[in-house]
């Protein structure tokens, strides 16, 4: 069974960088067509893809966040990370890491969040 479990720091400061990981486990970020994706909620609404970076190492993302963030993975240890470049307050939000295989028309897999307060 695969398990995906974020981790991170839950405070970061304005104009600084947040970071998160997501690791995979009993599973693969190298799996043949599956996808890896980071996607967020900021409290009162809904859900906001922010990209993946698929089993081949290619990245897209969201358009409006595209110029801050950057999708990464180490083989060697089954992480995807995400930076998010310059936060605000307006960054404020539950963070999750998910996993899609191509031609699913849903999420197969997710972690179960982690908060992240963007607050001096």
């Known amino acids: 069974q695969v398990h995906l479990q974020e981790s991170g720091p839950g405070l970061v400061k304005p104009s600084q960088t947040l970071s998160l990981t997501c690791t995979v486990s009993?599973?693969?970020?190298?799996?043949?067509?599956?996808?890896w994706h980071w996607i967020r909620q900021p409290p009162g609404k809904g859900l906001e893809w922010i990209g993946y970076?698929?089993?081949?190492?290619?990245?897209d993302y969201n358009p409006s966040l595209k110029s801050r963030s950057s999708i990464s993975r180490d083989t060697s240890k089954n992480q995807f990370s995400l930076q998010l470049t310059s936060v605000t307050p307006d960054d404020t939000a539950v963070y999750y890491c998910?996993?899609?295989?191509?031609?699913?028309?849903?999420?197969?897999?997710w972690g179960q969040g982690t908060q992240v307060t963007v607050s001096s």
């Open positions: 009993g599973g693969s970020v190298t799996a043949a067509h599956d996808y």
């Open positions: 970076i698929g089993y081949s190492g290619n990245t």
């Open positions: 998910a996993g899609r295989t191509l031609g699913s028309g849903t999420y197969d897999l």
